[in-house]
């Protein structure tokens, strides 16, 4: 089993950067990528970034030139930095975790951007 306990988030207003951070814990050997997802309210979780063992990165084109995903394999940690936030990025982020074919989730941060 897998544990992902994320952090950060909450109120940013509009144009403001926020990070996140996600912790895996339990057994965390052979975990092969892990990423970001959010859901907004009435639509569907979504891929927000996800990065693999190697570095490999990937980005939803809403996110993309203005994020950076990142992560520590000998911490077993990832965190997600946004920069010029708007409204639409207003939504619950989860973290997500793949291994030996199975996924796992964090419970969600609410992020909302708002004046």
């Known amino acids: 089993q897998v544990q992902l306990v994320e952090s950060g988030g909450g109120l940013v207003q509009p144009g403001g950067s926020l990070r996140l951070d996600c912790a895996a814990a339990g057994i965390v050997f052979g975990i092969l990528r892990m990423g970001w997802y959010r859901q907004a309210p009435g639509k569907q979780r979504e891929l927000v970034a996800s990065?693999?063992?190697?570095?490999?990165?990937i980005y939803a084109d809403c996110v993309k030139g203005r994020s950076t995903i990142s992560r520590v394999n000998a911490k077993n940690t990832m965190a997600l930095e946004m920069n010029t936030l708007t409204p639409d990025d207003t939504a619950v982020y989860f973290c997500?975790?793949?291994?030996?074919?199975?996924?796992?989730w964090g419970q969600g941060t609410q992020v909302t951007v708002s004046s």
């Open positions: 990065i693999g063992w190697s570095g490999d990165t």
């Open positions: 997500n975790a793949v291994k030996g074919g199975a996924e796992y």
